[in-house]
Structure formats: structure tokens, C-alpha cells
């Protein structure tokens, strides 16, 4: 524009998938906000939903300081094992997470400050499926809905799962919405082999000695120990269900490498989180810390971004 400072271009988030390393999310937004990027655009899958909603719901520090605050102990208070063996979450106390520090339930994405998306993945035919509009809750549940650890939800006579087997960093979203721009978060970069390696020893804090409420916890790490991070040595074989992790995790990496180099971001943010385990929510301080870093270390180029006034 002849005269005047050229217009911001309209910066988009894909806010990516990985279960517990998400919580990195919050840390990357709030250190964007300390450089003056807030996004215009919101778009996220599985963890980066719950982050993106809460984020566009204005929940984004409620999130933060329960993240901060959760114990082991409270976290296994989520799982249960049910007769139907559909999942491990305990639906309704989740759900109550969700409405206490994410979104209301009567929220719709229509009247949202900015435009917000997930997506979500239709078992039966593979197909991605958008949510742009209807219920927050709703769009983020169909967004999480990862095999085993939650149920299919039903949308429209579909069964829909986890967004991340199909779209795990969801640029193309972004753009789809009218992004100029896309900052991008990949939680899968280095995750490919990380729990054959061995974990690095960690201390525990009172409130993190056993107790009745951690036996279930127990009973899944000593049968998938990289749900909780591996401590096991490097000379011990992988068990059934490290196999299993390991072999989603390339899948992952490998459909994230994939849908980046078709529909590259203009930023792409790796935070480094390699050693946070699939189900280690309750290190989410170091996951936030991490996402900060992550940005601080990217500061130049996400400057420049803003400061090119040519619209790729």
C-alpha cells in the first residue's frame, strides 16, 4: 500500500498433535503474544485442539495453571477400565475438565472472537473431516477421539476418531480458512525411536509417591511402559506394546513429513520433547517451558515473517 505501512497479513496457528508433549501449545501462544503475534486464525488436532479451543474461549490461562498443577496422582483419577474395553479415559470426568477449563458447553465456533477449526479422521473411509462450525466441546472431543485411549464419536451417522492419523499438523486447514500466513507447531519431529532410548532418572515430589489411586497407572506402565516413559535399558527387547507406540510414532512422523512438504507452514515450530512419555500430562510445566524456548529460539525468523510485506 503507496503511502502507508502495508497491511499485518492474517497469521494462522496449526496447532499439531502428541498427546502429552501438547501441552508445548500453550507455552508457544503465550510467548507469541509477549512478541505481539496474537493469530487471526486458529486451527488444531487432538491436543491442539483442547489448546487452540481454550486458547480462542479465553480459558487459555485457566488451562495453564491447572497444566501446572497436575500431579500423577490426579492424573490417574482419568483412566479407568471399563467392561466394554472402548477406552481408558473416564468419559465423564474429562468431559468436566473440558467444560471447567476449556469451553462452555453451549459454545458454538460461530461466535468465537476468531476463526477456530479442528479435524477429525472417519474410521470407516479414512477421510479427514473438518469442523468449522456447531458445538467447541463437540469439535474438540471428534478432534481427540485417539483409538483406545477414548471412543469413536458419532457426527452425522459417521463414526469419527483421532485427527492425527490423517491430518496431524493441520496447515491446509489454516489456509482453507483465508490464513496469508502459517506458523506451525510439530510435536512428532524427534519423537521416532525416543522411547528406546533410555529415560534420564527424574526425582518425585511428595505428592507423587503411590498410592490406591496410582495402581491402575502402575498396571499400564508395567504392560506399555512407553505410555509413562521408558525406564528400561537399552539391552531389554521392546515389548508388544513399545512396538505398537514405536510403529505409530513413524506412521506420525512420516504423514506429518508428508502433508508439510505438499502444504508447507511459513514458520514451522519442533519443540524439543522427545523424552515426555504418550501419557506424561502431569510434566506439562516442562512441556509449556519447552514451548516458549521453542519460540524464543525461532524469534528472527517469525519477525520476518511479519515484517515481508509480500503475501505468498
Known amino acids: 500500500m503507496k503511502g502507508g505501512t502495508p497491511p499485518t497479513p492474517r497469521i494462522g496457528i496449526a496447532l499439531g498433535s502428541g ?3 501438547g501441552w508445548a501449545h500453550i507455552g508457544i501462544i503465550r510467548e507469541l503474544a509477549e512478541i505481539g503475534i496474537q493469530p487471526h486464525i486458529v486451527c488444531g488436532c487432538s491436543i491442539g485442539a483442547i489448546v487452540g479451543a481454550a486458547y480462542v474461549a479465553g480459558n487459555l490461562r485457566r488451562l495453564e495453571d491447572w497444566v501446572r498443577s497436575l500431579t500423577r496422582r490426579e492424573l490417574v483419577r482419568f483412566f479407568e477400565i471399563n467392561l466394554s474395553l472402548d477406552s481408558f ?5 474429562f ?11 453451549d459454545l458454538l465456533i460461530e461466535n468465537l472472537s476468531k476463526p477456530f477449526a479442528t479435524v477429525s479422521t472417519e474410521l470407516e ?12 466441546l463437540h469439535a474438540v472431543i471428534a478432534s481427540i477421539a485417539l483409538p483406545g485411549l477414548f471412543p469413536p464419536v458419532r457426527h452425522q451417522g459417521r463414526w469419527l476418531v483421532d485427527g492425527g492419523l490423517v491430518n496431524p499438523v493441520p496447515i491446509s486447514l489454516c489456509h482453507a480458512l483465508g490464513a496469508e500466513r502459517v506458523i506451525a507447531v510439530n510435536l512428532n519431529g524427534d519423537i521416532v525411536g525416543k522411547h528406546f532410548r533410555p529415560a534420564q ?23 506399555s511402559p512407553h505410555l509413562l516413559g521408558n525406564e528400561k535399558t537399552r539391552d531389554h527387547p521392546p ?42 500430562f502431569h510434566r506439562g510445566g516442562e512441556a ?25
Not at 479415559?89 to 470426568?93: C, G, I, L, Q
Not at 506412521?251 to 515450530?269: E, F, K, M
Open 95 to 105: 468431559r468436566d475438565f473440558l467444560r471447567r477449563y476449556v469451553s462452555a458447553e
Open 19 to 21: 498427546s502429552a508433549r
Open 288 to 312: 509449556i517451558d519447552e514451548g516458549r524456548a521453542c519460540v524464543r529460539r525461532a524469534r528472527s525468523a517469525i519477525e520476518h515473517l511479519l515484517e515481508d510485506p509480500d503475501i505468498a
Open 201 to 223: 532418572p527424574r526425582s518425585r515430589s511428595p505428592s507423587d509417591q503411590k498410592s490406591m489411586l496410582e495402581s491402575f497407572m502402575d498396571t499400564i506402565k508395567e504392560y
Open 125 to 136: 473411509t479414512g477421510r479427514e473431516i473438518w469442523f468449522t462450525e456447531g458445538p467447541v
Open 239 to 280: 515389548s508388544l506394546f513399545e512396538a505398537i507406540a514405536g510403529a505409530i510414532n513413524i506412521t506420525q512422523d512420516r504423514i506429518t513429513r508428508s502433508r508439510i512438504a505438499g502444504d508447507p507452514p511459513d514458520i514451522l515450530l519442533n519443540p524439543r520433547l522427545s523424552d515426555i512419555g504418550l501419557l506424561e
Open 89 to 93: 479415559v473416564a468419559a465423564d470426568r
